[in-house]
């Protein structure tokens, strides 16, 4: 091969390595830069993850104070009146959620009787009066108002209702006065749930309380019921207890702007003014964790005073029987006059 021919194709074979060189040098760079991207996903998924989580757990937090708001203002509102208010439910759901507790709440109205109602059947109930006065009883509830009378030998009233969800049984003496009242009313509720990466939060949203729940933890209470208690500048101890029923029409669901109506469908006042032997009971469905931590909220003060040996002069809300307040929780006043309010507050939601 001519001298001149050699050197051209010596040339053009170095151009041809360098081409390929740099192809391969192309090639891996973006191999690289898609493995370092990809290690960089690798480790910065988890944190999105939990960025978006939270972000999604503010909102729901959100929607449950903005629905806690409205329900308060609907609560106290006129019956048939109310609002309408729009939420953002891109990540989250509402429904409405049944049967979430059941209180009973009773108490004397006069002095001069101790009244107990038990016994309870499908069609009577046995009243039992210290002083014999008990005479009559009168029963509201879904049905109206009906009254009957009572066995004077037994004590034993029979009736033809359906008492199931909510009752007020008010016991009459021979006057005509109302001597001891019970109650049984049962409370709905809603609930939010939103998908997060480990799993569904919920949040429980019964009769004033909040209630939260996250997939890989227990139920914890955010806020308690509306029992409170204060003694009075002027003497004597008052105990309010307010519940706020929730009745769902039809299915909620999710959207990007959920519409719902909040409307007022009345209250009652089944308490109002001075009353003796008090006593009320809750059990809540939520979680079996929940009414022994309500329990142990409102003795708290009495538990105390007890490990501290001044229950002789303790003024304050006691267990009824058993210390854990499972029988029920009543009121320690040293003989002081107990003012008893009652409030029951009936809202509807639907869309």
């Known amino acids: 091969m001519p001298p001149a021919r050699r050197l051209l194709s010596q040339a053009s074979r170095r151009e041809d390595e360098t081409g390929v060189s740099e192809v391969l040098g ?7 830069v898609v493995s370092i991207m990809g290690g960089v996903w690798v480790f910065l998924n988890p944190y999105i993850s939990d960025f978006e989580d939270n972000t999604n757990w503010n909102a729901a937090n ?86 009957y009378n009572i066995d004077q030998n037994t004590g034993l009233v029979t009736h033809n209702l359906q008492l199931t969800d909510w009752y007020i049984i008010t016991v009459f ?18 609930r939010v749930i939103t998908s997060l990466g480990n799993g569904e939060h919920e949040i429980i949203l019964v009769n004033n309380a909040r ?28 105990l309010s207890i307010i519940l706020t029923n929730i009745q769902v029409n039809g299915s909620l669901g999710s959207a990007n702007q959920l519409g719902i109506d909040i409307i007022s469908a009345g209250s009652l006042n089944p308490f109002s003014g001075e009353c003796y032997n008090v006593r009320f009971t809750l059990t809540n469905s ?33 267990p009824y029987e058993r210390a854990s ?22 809202v509807v939601v639907e869309r």
């Open 62 to 147: 959100g929607i449950a104070d903005r629905l806690e708001d409205r329900i308060d203002v609907a609560a106290d509102s006129p019956d048939g009146t109310g609002i309408r208010h729009k939420l953002g439910m891109r990540t989250s759901m509402l429904q409405g959620v049944s049967n979430l507790e059941v209180w009973e709440i009773s108490g004397d109205t006069t002095p001069s009787d101790i009244v107990d109602i038990t016994d309870y059947t499908a069609n009577g109930f046995t009243v039992e009066s210290v002083n014999s006065t008990a005479h009559k009883v009168s029963i509201l509830d879904d049905n109206g108002f009906n009254e």
């Open 211 to 238: 209630i939260e729940h996250f997939a890989d933890s227990a139920w914890e209470i955010s806020k308690f019921p509306r029992v409170e208690f204060d003694q009075l500048a002027t003497g004597g101890v008052r």
């Open 26 to 32: 192309v090639i891996m760079m973006l191999a690289m």
């Open 325 to 346: 307040g499972i029988d029920g929780i009543t009121v320690t006043s040293i003989d002081q006059p107990v003012f008893f309010d009652v409030a029951i507050n009936e």
């Open 173 to 190: 003496n021979d006057n005509n006065e109302a001597i001891h009242k019970d109650i049984k009313y049962t409370i709905s509720g809603l």
């Open 286 to 318: 939520v979680a079996p964790v929940i009414t022994p931590q309500y329990d142990e909220q409102w003795l708290s003060e009495y538990t105390l005073n007890r490990a501290s040996g001044t229950l002789d002069e303790y003024i304050g809300l006691a």
